[in-house]
């Protein structure tokens, strides 16, 4: 097996039987077992790729990532900061697949999994949609369309069914509501809905 060998100085642990082959790789990141992370991968700060993970050539990750166990993450899918993805969740990239059509990486379908998402093991995201800042996507959900900002979304296809504070505790808001306030019962911070989607308030 090859490992590249990337500077001590950036103080990463990847473990020897992992197969890294990018060095756009931040300080901090942990990278175990088994795992896979491609050369032209990117790979932020503080990330915990876990093992049988699948980085793919073109693949964005921010800091403080955590990808868990058995997950794969295509090229054009990114990932900014502090998101989770839980195990086995499953990230495309093409949206008419065949197997004897071959596409070059700007024909393949964007994903963008915006920042403090949490994504739930063996959640499915069907390629082209942007997951919402905060949104919490539940265990085995399919993914199909956009999820707004704190949504909490769960089933086949997902439908929303809550929303979600930043201290991931489910707010007293029915998802009819087009306006309002409401507070964390567990936090206190306070969040507007203004024409259906939810805001932080200072």
Known sequence: MSVTVLPVAKNLFIHPQALVESTDIGPGTRIWAFAHVMQGARIGQRCNIGDHSFIESGAIIGNDVTVKNGVAVWDRVTV?????????????????????????????????????????????????????CYAFIGAGTV?????????LV??????????????????????????????CSKCGRSFTIVNGNLHLRP
């Open 80 to 132: 900014e900061d502090n998101v989770f993805l839980g195990p086995n969740c499953v990230l495309t990239n093409d949206l008419n697949p065949r197997t004897y059509i071959r596409k070059s990486s700007e024909a393949l379908t964007p994903t963008l999994i915006r920042a403090n998402a949490t994504i739930g093991a063996n959640a499915t995201i069907v390629c082209g949609v942007i997951v919402g």
């Open 154 to 183: 769960a089933g086949n296809p997902a439908r929303q069914i809550g929303w979600m504070c930043i201290c991931a505790q489910k707010l007293p808001l029915p998802v009819s509501t087009t306006s309002g306030f409401s507070s």
């Open 143 to 151: 993914v199909i369309r956009s999820v707004r900002d704190f949504a």
